[in-house]
């Protein structure tokens, strides 16, 4: 089992539906973050939570709203998307947001297909 | 702003030869850390190795090493002895001491090895 696991790991939806990205990190970590992978460009920070504060919004679209309800679980709540949202989402973890050192911890993604 | 560059979109090696991938990186930082990451299928990103900017010696990590050249601003990842698990996509990234939660990647280095 990996120390940070994503759910669903695949999601077809259509552009009215209202899902969610569930995140869990095993590792007692303090951060969590959500990046969003598209075809041919590079990692995009989307979301960075820090002992459950919202520490950063990449200017992310508000169909796209995060919700740290407690230092191990991380959730994407998604409503109203586009067919241009249709990417590999990643979420990470790392021990200390301020630590240069600090590397992040990956989930394996969840795969989301906008109809 | 700080930026990464990989200029290699893919690679191929010669099983149990070793390979240089590339990695550039602008900044004005300075300190900063440079990292790389393994991407296999899975989608997983699975942290590789470390470099910090005030290291004297450059990063050794098993069979990766990180060729840090501060001057060149390059932090070209080596990996020895390839190994047919070790096809997958790699990225650079780095994070600055300002901005020590961005995590900022580059496109990514597509490596294939050849039996």
């Known amino acids: 089992e990996t120390g940070v696991t994503q759910t669903p790991r695949h999601l077809v939806m259509g552009m009215t539906n209202k899902k969610s990205l569930k995140c869990e990190q095993h590792l007692g970590h303090n951060a969590m973050y959500w990046y969003k992978q598209s075809a041919k460009k590079p990692l995009e920070l989307m979301f960075v939570y820090s002992l459950e504060e919202r520490v950063e919004n990449n200017s992310v679209p508000s169909r796209f709203s995060p919700e740290c309800p407690n230092s191990s679980h991380l959730f994407l709540h998604l409503h109203t998307l586009q067919p241009e949202d249709s990417a590999l989402y990643l979420c990470?973890?790392?021990?200390?947001?301020?630590?240069?050192?600090?590397?992040?911890?990956f989930g394996e993604g969840s795969r989301l297909t906008v109809l | 702003a700080q930026k990464i560059t990989q200029t290699q979109p893919g690679m191929f090696v010669q099983e149990k030869e070793a390979v240089t991938l590339d990695c550039t990186y602008d900044?004005?930082?300075?300190?900063?850390?440079l990292f790389w990451y393994k991407q296999p299928s899975s989608g997983e990103m699975i942290f590789l190795i470390y470099q910090g900017s005030y290291d004297q010696q450059n990063a050794t990590e098993g069979r990766y090493s990180l060729n840090f050249q501060k001057a060149r601003k390059s932090a070209n990842l080596v990996i020895s002895a390839s190994q047919l698990g070790d096809s997958a996509m790699y990225f650079c990234a780095m994070r600055g001491l300002d901005s020590s939660y961005k995590l900022i990647f580059g496109s990514g280095t597509r490596l294939l090895v050849r039996p």
């Open positions: 900044t004005s930082d300075p300190s900063y850390g």
């Open positions: 990470a973890s790392s021990q200390d947001r301020t630590a240069n050192t600090g590397e992040l911890f």
